[in-house]
T-cell receptor, first 111, second 114 residues
Framework: GDSVTQMEGPVTLSEEAFLTINCTYT??????LFWYVQYPGEGLQLLLK?????DKGSNKGFEATYRKETTSFHLEKGSVQVSDSAVYFC??????????FGAGTRLTVKP | SAVISQKPSRDICQRGTSLTIQCQVD?????MFWYRQQPGQSLTLIAT?????????ESGFVIDKFPISRPNLTFSTLTVSNMSPEDSSIYLC???????????FGQGTRLTVV
């Protein structure tokens, strides 16, 4: 079945460092791809999404590009802040509207 | 890790009726979350359920429509009340185990209201 493989954490960075969290997927057809973020003590929030190949989702300085040829949707941010410390989940929604989540990557940004 | 059992996995219900979805965790967790994913849309948080207190609902969701119980640290229920076809969605529970620093998800409940 469809699945998402996400870079394992935890990831610890200094403020203003470059962030990449890798995400690859396995799916039949063309799923929609998402990055969700969970801040401490809060529920999941949608960070960005892409619904077709070569689409780039972006929000709050984060970007991810839907790469069909490499079945990837890596999350990037050029300069992280302490407030970006959270758990990040890569996910896909298949043609049946079923969500598949990656395991989550905990990011800690130190001042 | 935490293992979550969510049931039912799917149901077809008549409009005007109510459905209660159960979420059982194999360990004690502080925070539990209920989400909805409507067709073609991303996941939306309905409410946060902490044991011993009333659930906290997000904007657009009310207790009369989505009553939640959290009787202990391993169990929660979400009821979808007085259902209409617009309530047809996937409902998902999630737990946040701060001791492990991770979040875990149930299998989801696919609800169709006819």
């Amino acid at each position: 079945g469809d699945s998402v493989t996400q870079m394992e954490g935890p990831v610890t960075l200094s403020e203003e460092a470059f962030l990449t969290i890798n995400c690859t997927y396995t799916a039949t057809g063309y799923p929609s791809l998402f990055w969700y973020v969970q801040y401490p003590g809060e529920g999941l929030q949608l960070l960005l999404k892409a619904t077709k190949a070569d689409d780039k989702g972006s929000n709050k300085g984060f970007e991810a590009t839907y790469r069909k040829e490499t079945t990837s949707f890596h999350l990037e941010k050029g300069s992280v802040q302490v407030s970006d410390s959270a758990v990040y989940f890569c996910a896909l929604s298949d043609r049946n509207n079923d969500m598949r989540f990656g395991a989550g990557t905990r990011l800690t940004v130190k001042p | 890790s935490a293992v979550i059992s969510q049931k039912p996995s799917r149901d077809i219900c008549q409009r005007g009726t109510s459905l209660t979805i159960q979420c059982q965790v194999d360990s004690q967790v502080t925070m539990m979350f209920w989400y909805r994913q409507q067709p073609g849309q991303s996941l939306t948080l309905i409410a946060t359920a902490n044991q011993g207190s009333e659930a906290t609902y997000e904007s657009g969701f009310v207790i009369d429509k989505f009553p939640i119980s959290r009787p202990n640290l391993t169990f929660s229920t979400l009821t979808v009340s007085n259902m209409s076809p617009e309530d047809s969605s996937i409902y998902l529970c999630s737990v946040d185990d701060s001791r492990l620093g991770e979040a875990f998800f149930g299998q989801g409940t696919r609800l169709t209201v006819v």
